[in-house]
């Protein structure tokens, strides 16, 4: 049950309506004034009222609540009762201490309405059961209301006001509530079918246009925004700087309508009070402000308005810490801290009665990824959790749905375990990692799919943009190890993916056990949705639990299941060196050991293994540096196993032997170089055919690979700009993105001609234009005696002689030809590739 307070709820604004309406009436009896004797008109004195914040609550009830609440109590006297509005923006409830999640923060619905908070924004936790569950009982428990201007229904309406209207020291006061446009991927999908989350500036904007169309329009406009900067003033940040940064911040400083008076801010939890130029109004400033989290500090704003204009004539804004008082003269002295405290009390008895119960013990601290002594990385592995997918792969694997892997997205995690003071683990404080109380689900996925949801990790919202945590490291079960490279293209940075020591099939199918909140698209990991979903009738955090107490004590596991690894070539060439990095090989979970050593094997497809050294493992990092043995060819796997911590990586290699038609060649060195850019794996037989000329869908294919490093494409979304380049073209990305990059137009009848040999002179041309069409100083006297100064290729025969990419033939009687009509052999694609790599290295280097 909630707590009984006695201060209304809605409509005080309507309140305030009719009374003023009352007082019109009697004035309306009164006896008339002379009309030849007129009242002087009162100049209205300038009114200063206070507005306290908070944001990003999450649920804290704990040892701090009293002096919490104490905080806002001094801040309300500080200011005076009537001219104080106590407000939120947002993430009241969710991810929460366990005192709240264990009654699904009741407790701090119920230390709110103590409070007598006017009005919160929805934060994306107020969501994290369900739009229902907001609609109906939080609504119904909260004395408060919940404002949400940019999250439509089906109708295309908002699904709660958009805004309030309080009177506070005689003025009237409107609060606009949004929340972050990234709640979908924040928030089970489930549980906000059918909602529509708009740009969060423009609905303030709207609700703006709304209010000041009122026959009474407010005097002070607030707009409390669940979303904020990406830094604060702690971290060193300066407004100018996040603004700068672009994004959503930016957004809602430079574009909120100028009639805004305050802005609130949360989701970020950040620090910093800062001062911003109102836009589009000359020298005109108002406050932006963001507390932090947790009831750590309150938000304080004062506004000295002119009653009759309602023109805000100053401002200061501030940050409050929570006070140090001690909590019984806080009781003492402010009855509604008194009802916290007795509410407080009550729930942390109530959670100490099935908190306290020990469930496992650690041998040492299990946590997320530190950044020095900040919890919660997300963007990096960490040793809890990999736990944590263990734990849901043991116990799903037990149902009936079964399981082959499991997942876990890293926001999941919402506190650590700790080994101090002796190493046991309670109820609550296991329950406090996982507190969002999501079903286990088994999602079964093709090996193509599973790929794509370790390509997700580097986030796009379904728009396309990129969300303020552009990177989410999942954790993974023990059985999971993959490879990536960052700087690859979007679509193949995975450049491995292993399942129980064996590479995933891609067109296997495997069943992930998963949060319900990851089974539904959640943190843009959409490839989820691509599959078959089964509920386990498992609870997250029950079966953790579960698992801890099985598997006590439990012991941190340094081990890395994801490495980024660089310089591995699409074709290694047998008897040639190896040379392959492997970076970020610690954890940063407390406790990680530095990685010291690392030891190196060649393990062919029958099993022979090669021993390659053991390497230095120094600030993280290694290069295994190596010579293929010659002996060796196929698909073979590199396996490096790094000590202390125990990570195993396996990076498969495809060598090639030598070609069985180069040795002797006179380009046979640019031929090698060739295979081991990646640009070529020559043919099925082994050999290279270095006299056949080079047809022009394999050209598209060898400059595209250059020009990517060796790289081939991620597929390219759109038909081929040319009639005879179809669909299914082996070669139709590669030729999509030559014509893209206007390095060829093809014929003018529309077509490529793939299967066409590729001319001398139209090589140049393609070059020409790869290296961004250069000037090019053109000599009077052609270079080359079969050239004429009119050829339609002069200019980029030209540029290819100066710069050395090409000499040309020398004939018998002293001149030298181009031969620009003749197809380009391979061997001399081989030559002129290479050639134009030293210049482009040159070009670098000077």
Do not use: C
């Amino acid at each position: 049950m909630s707590s009984t307070v006695s201060s209304a709820r809605r409509p005080w604004r309507h309140l305030a309506i009719t009374l003023a309406s009352a007082v019109g009436v009697s004035l309306l009896a009164a006896a008339p004034v002379q009309a030849n004797e007129p009242e002087p008109a009162a100049v209205a004195a300038p009114v200063t009222i206070a507005l306290v914040d908070i944001n990003d609550f999450h649920g804290r009830i704990d040892a701090n609540t009293v002096n919490f609440a104490g905080t806002i109590e001094q801040l309300r006297a500080k200011h005076g009762e009537d001219n104080t509005l106590f407000l939120s923006a947002g993430d009241n409830i969710g991810a929460s201490l366990f005192a709240s999640a264990t009654q699904q923060d009741q407790p701090t619905i119920d230390v709110l309405n103590a409070l007598d908070l006017a009005t919160s924004a929805v934060g994306n936790h107020e969501f994290d059961r369900g739009a229902d569950d907001l609609l109906t009982r939080v609504e119904d428990e909260a004395d408060f209301s919940h404002l949400a201007a940019n999250v439509l229904g089906a109708d295309g309406e908002p699904i709660l006001p958009a805004y309030d209207i309080f009177p506070v020291g005689g003025l009237d006061v409107a609060v606009i509530g949004v929340v972050t446009e990234e709640t979908p991927s924040l928030v089970s999908p489930a549980g906000i079918e059918g909602l529509t989350f708009v740009d969060p500036v423009e609905a303030v904007n709207d609700t703006v246009a709304d209010l000041e169309a009122l026959a009474d329009a407010p005097d002070v406009i607030v707009a409390a925004y669940h979303e904020g900067a990406g830094a604060g003033t702690p971290d060193g940040a300066t407004l100018e700087q996040e603004v700068a940064g672009g994004g959503a911040f930016a957004d809602i400083v430079t574009k909120t309508d100028p009639e805004v008076d305050v802005i609130f801010t949360g989701h970020t939890h950040k620090q910093y009070a800062w001062d911003a130029p109102v836009p589009g109004v000359e020298g005109a400033t108002r406050p932006v402000l963001q507390t932090g989290s947790y009831g750590e500090a309150i938000g304080e704003i004062t506004l000295t308005v002119d009653p009759a204009t309602g023109d805000v004539q100053s401002h200061t804004a501030a940050i409050a810490p929570r006070t140090t008082a001690p909590a019984a003269e806080l009781v003492s002295t402010y009855p509604r801290v008194a009802e916290v405290k007795t509410i407080t009390d009550a729930a942390l008895q109530y959670a100490a009665e099935i908190g306290n119960e020990p469930v496992a013990s650690v041998t040492a601290d299990i946590t997320t990824a530190f950044v020095g002594a900040n919890r919660d990385d997300r963007s990096k592995e960490s040793t809890l959790g990999n736990l944590v997918a263990n734990a849901q792969l043991a116990k799903a694997a037990q149902s009936p749905a079964g399981a082959d892997l499991s997942v876990v997205n890293p926001g999941g995690l919402r506190n650590e375990l700790r080994f101090a003071p002796d190493g046991v683990i309670t109820f609550a404080e296991a329950n406090a990692v996982l507190p969002f109380v999501n079903n286990l689900s088994t999602v079964t996925l093709t090996g193509a799919s599973l790929k794509k949801v370790f390509e997700q990790q580097w986030q796009t919202n379904a728009d396309g943009t990129i969300p303020s945590r552009p990177y989410l490291q999942l954790g993974t079960s023990d059985n999971v190890s993959y490879t990536f490279d960052p700087n690859r293209a979007a679509g193949s940075r995975i450049t491995s993916l292993w399942i129980d020591g064996e590479p995933v099939d891609l067109a296997a199918s495997y069943k992930v056990a998963v949060p319900s909140f990851l089974a539904s698209g959640g943190d843009n990991f959409r490839a989820f949705t691509e599959g078959t979903a089964v509920d386990t009738g498992l609870v997250d955090y029950e079966a953790w639990i579960e698992y801890l107490r099985e598997n006590s004590p439990v012991a941190p596991d340094f081990g890395r299941h994801a490495v980024q690894v660089e310089g591995v070539k699409p074709l290694q060439q047998a008897g040639t060196p190896l040379a392959v990095k492997l970076s970020a090989l610690d954890l940063t979970s407390l406790g990680s050991p530095a990685s010291t050593s690392a030891t190196a094997t060649l393990v062919a497809a029958d099993g022979t293994r090669t021993d390659l050294g053991d390497f230095t493992v120094t600030a993280a990092s290694t290069t295994i540096t190596a010579t293929v043995p010659s002996s060796v060819s196929g698909a073979v796997t590199l396996e490096v196993e790094v000590a202390p911590a125990g990570t195993l990586v396996r990076i498969p290699l495809q060598v090639a032997g030598e070609f069985t038609d180069v040795a002797g060649n006179t380009f046979a060195t640019e031929i090698a170089w060739l295979v081991e850019a990646g640009i070529t794996t020559g043919y099925a037989d082994g050999s290279f055919r270095p006299s056949q000329p080079v047809l022009r869908e394999q050209m598209a294919a060898f400059l595209y690979r250059f020009d990517n490093d060796g790289s081939n494409p991620a597929f390219f979304e759109g038909p081929s700009q040319f009639s005879d380049v179809a669909a299914g073209h082996v070669f139709k990305a590669h030729i999509k993105w030559l014509a893209d990059q206007g390095v060829t137009t093809g014929y003018a009848d529309g077509t490529f001609r793939p299967s066409a040999p590729v001319l001398r002179e139209q090589m140049a041309a393609f070059l020409y234009r790869l290296a961004g069409s250069p000037l090019v100083v053109l000599p009077e006297t052609s270079p080359f005696a079969d050239i004429p100064t009119t050829h339609t290729f002069y200019k980029e025969i030209v540029w290819l002689a100066s710069t050395n990419v090409t000499t040309g033939y020398e004939e018998a009687d002293g001149t030298t030809t181009f031969k620009g009509s003749q197809p380009v052999l391979r061997e001399q694609m081989a030559a002129f590739l290479f050639r134009f790599d030293e210049l482009e290295a040159a070009q670098q280097v000077g």
